[in-house]
């Protein structure tokens, strides 16, 4: 038994039950062990989610090949984003347990350096491009945790709370918002990630003053 043993039952039991449902106790049960051994290996129910976020965060580095590695700049960053949310999303709260987290693996760090170069492709510096890429992260973390939290509620009769957001809305008072909010429901979970990706990359402005326009 090692860590990474100890993550995918760990992310198995997350899948089945969600993340409430991930505990020593359950852990050791889906292992076939006592709780006190799971100790040598983790130390607490947070030590667990940042072995499960290792875990994912390898699951995404094995999405993106030796030519997304080598992708023109932006190419490189929009191939990691992808594939960290689709990583994240396979797994039931997968967001959520990966929040917060630093994953230490170093199949993890050899795509964050490769993203970390993609940056410095553009123009900026190493301290520039390491906020960038924690930025970037935040986004597609936090964009993920919304879609399985929205999800889920759709599960729970999800239709019927739309249809009330859209009653509650005054068109009168507030037409925009009105305006907006069939567009919002109308446009894909893929569509919005890909919006927002191209609007954190496009029309880049390095620190040295040249102009970078999204190709």
């Known amino acids: 038994?090692?860590?990474?043993?100890?993550?995918?039952?760990?992310?198995?039991?997350?899948?089945?039950?969600?993340?409430?449902?991930?505990?020593?106790?359950?852990?050791?049960?889906?292992?076939?062990?006592?709780?006190?051994?799971?100790?040598?290996?983790v130390k607490s129910k947070e030590d667990i989610f940042r072995a499960m976020a290792a875990a994912m965060s390898e699951d995404a580095t094995a999405l993106m090949t030796a030519a997304d590695r080598r992708?023109?700049?932006?190419?490189?960053?929009?191939?990691?984003?992808?594939?960290?949310?689709?990583t994240m999303l396979i797994h039931r709260d997968g967001a959520r347990v990966f929040a917060g987290t630093l994953a230490t693996d170093p199949a993890g760090f050899y795509v964050v350096e490769s993203v970390l170069d993609a940056w410095r492709e553009i123009g900026f510096s190493p301290a520039e491009a390491a906020l960038r890429t924690s930025l970037l992260r935040h986004f597609i973390v936090g964009f993920c945790i919304e879609t399985q939290t929205l999800t889920q509620l759709h599960g729970e009769s999800g239709d019927g709370r739309l249809d009330e957001l859209q009653a509650s809305i005054n068109p009168e008072r507030f037409p925009l918002a009105a305006r907006a909010l069939p567009i919002l429901l109308g446009t894909t979970d893929d569509d919005q990630f890909e919006l927002g990706v191209r609007l954190m990359l496009a029309d880049i402005t390095a620190p040295d003053g040249r102009h970078h326009v999204a190709r």
Do not use: F, K
């Not at 449902?21 to 062990?33: I, K, S």
């Open 1 to 41: 038994m090692n860590r990474d043993v100890i993550a995918r039952s760990a992310l198995r039991l997350l899948d089945a039950n969600g993340i409430e449902g991930v505990t020593m106790r359950t852990l050791a049960a889906e292992l076939g062990v006592q709780a006190p051994s799971l100790y040598w290996h």
């Open 71 to 86: 992708a023109p700049g932006r190419e490189c960053i929009t191939r990691w984003a992808r594939a960290l949310r689709r």
